[in-house]
C-alpha cells in the first residue's frame, strides 16, 4: 500500500487543539518522549496490506461517534457457549481490566449458547479448525443489546472469520451498532500446536486484555491509529498484534477522554492498581513495560514527587 508513516507536525495536528483543556489532560496529550511514532509496516503487516487513511481527533468529532449517556452507560461482556475454567477466571479478569481502562461499569452476562442460532461455519484450510463468521454473531448481539448498554461484547473460544474471503479475524466490532465479537482461540500457543508452558494463562491474559480494549474502542468511535505505536493500530497476525502497546497514543486518548470524560490521572492510578494486581504476569509477559510505563508517563504530567506519592497511595489500597 505504500504506506508513509506521518511526519511530526502531522502527529500533533492529529492530537487536535489542548488550549482551554484542564492542565493535567493537556500535559497528558503532550507526546513527549513517551509514544513512538508508527513504524514502517514491514511485508504482510497490516498496513502493507490494508489502507488505512487515519482519523484524527477533529475527524472523530466529525463523526458524531456513540457517547455513553445517562441510560446507556455500562459495557458488557457476553461468554459465547461453554468455557473452560482458565476461560471463566479469565473473564472476570477482565472485567476489572474493562472498568480500569475505560473508567466505566463492566458487567459479564451469562454464558449464551450458539447451538440453537443460525450460525455460518466453515472448517479453514489452513488450521483445520472450525470459524464461526462474525457478522451472524454480531447480528444476534444486536438482539440482545440491554437497555442500559452502552455496548455488548462477546467473547469465544471459536476461531473467527468475517467474510470468505478472510483467513481469519481477531476480533470484528460495529461503531454503529455498539456490538462487537473477539476470540480467545489463536492467544492460546496450543491452537498452533505449541506446547503450553506453566504461565500460558499469563500469556492468553495479556493478548486477550489488549484485544479486548482494541475491540472496545473501535465502538466508541476510534478507527486505527497511524500516527503512533497504540493499542489501536491494526494487526494482521500474531506477531504484530503482540507488538502493539497497551497503552491509548494522545489521538486516541483525547477521543476516548471526550468520549467518558475520565479523569486521567484516575485512569492511570486504576490501570496501575490492576497491574499490581498480576505481579506474576508482570515478571513474565510484558505488563511490567506497560507499568513501566504508566510510572514513567504519571512522573511527566505531575512531576516524580507528586507521581510517587500517588502510586504508593495506590499500591497500600
Same mark, same amino acid.
Request: charged share 25%.
Given at each position: ?27 497528558? %496529550? ?26 484524527? #481527533? ?18 458488557? %461482556? ?34 449464551? @449458547? ?22 451472524? =454473531? ?30 481469519? =479475524? #481477531? ?36 493478548? !486477550? ?28 497476525? &500474531? ?8 497503552? %491509548? ?10 468520549? =467518558? ?9 486504576? %490501570? ?9 504476569? &508482570? ?7 506497560? !507499568? ?22 495506590? @499500591?497500600?489500597?
Amino acid at each position: 500500500m505504500n504506506f508513509k508513516p506521518p511526519t511530526a507536525d502531522e502527529r500533533l495536528k492529529a492530537i487536535g487543539k489542548t488550549e482551554g483543556l484542564e492542565q493535567t489532560l493537556k500535559k497528558a %496529550l503532550e507526546p513527549a518522549d513517551d509514544f513512538e511514532p508508527i513504524p514502517t509496516p514491514q511485508p504482510g503487516d497490516w498496513l502493507a496490506v490494508h489502507y488505512e487513511p487515519g482519523q484524527t #481527533f477533529d475527524e472523530f468529532i466529525k463523526s458524531k461517534p456513540n457517547c455513553p449517556d445517562k441510560t446507556r452507560k455500562k459495557i458488557y %461482556l457476553q461468554p459465547l457457549s461453554e468455557f473452560p475454567k482458565m476461560q471463566i477466571s479469565l473473564t472476570q479478569t477482565l472485567k476489572d481490566y474493562a472498568g480500569a481502562y475505560f473508567a466505566m461499569p463492566v458487567e459479564v452476562l451469562p454464558t449464551l @449458547s450458539m447451538s440453537d442460532k443460525n450460525i455460518t461455519t466453515r472448517i479453514n484450510n489452513y488450521t483445520k479448525n472450525r470459524q464461526i463468521l462474525t457478522t451472524d =454473531v454480531l447480528n444476534i448481539l444486536k438482539d440482545n443489546l440491554p437497555a442500559n448498554a452502552f455496548c455488548l461484547l462477546a467473547i469465544t473460544m471459536e476461531d473467527l472469520y468475517p467474510e470468505p474471503s478472510w483467513n481469519f =479475524v #481477531f476480533g470484528q466490532a460495529s461503531l454503529i451498532e455498539r456490538v462487537g465479537v473477539y476470540s480467545f482461540a489463536r492467544y492460546d500457543p496450543a491452537f498452533y500446536g505449541d506446547k503450553r508452558e506453566k504461565d500460558y494463562e499469563d500469556i492468553i491474559l495479556r493478548r !486477550s486484555c489488549k484485544v479486548l480494549v482494541h475491540e472496545t474502542c473501535h465502538m466508541f468511535g476510534l478507527q486505527h491509529c497511524i500516527f503512533f505505536r497504540c493499542v489501536m493500530n491494526g494487526s494482521n497476525h &500474531l506477531k504484530e498484534s503482540d507488538s502493539r502497546p497497551l497503552y %491509548l497514543c494522545p489521538v486516541c486518548l483525547h477521543k476516548m477522554h471526550h468520549s =467518558v470524560g475520565f479523569d486521567v490521572i484516575s485512569r492511570y492510578k486504576n %490501570l496501575y492498581s490492576f497491574y499490581k494486581n498480576h505481579q506474576d504476569a &508482570l515478571r513474565q509477559f510484558g505488563f511490567d513495560d506497560d !507499568s513501566r510505563w504508566l510510572v514513567h508517563r504519571l512522573e511527566f504530567i505531575l512531576g516524580p514527587d507528586a507521581s510517587q506519592t500517588i502510586l504508593e497511595q495506590r @499500591s497500600e489500597q
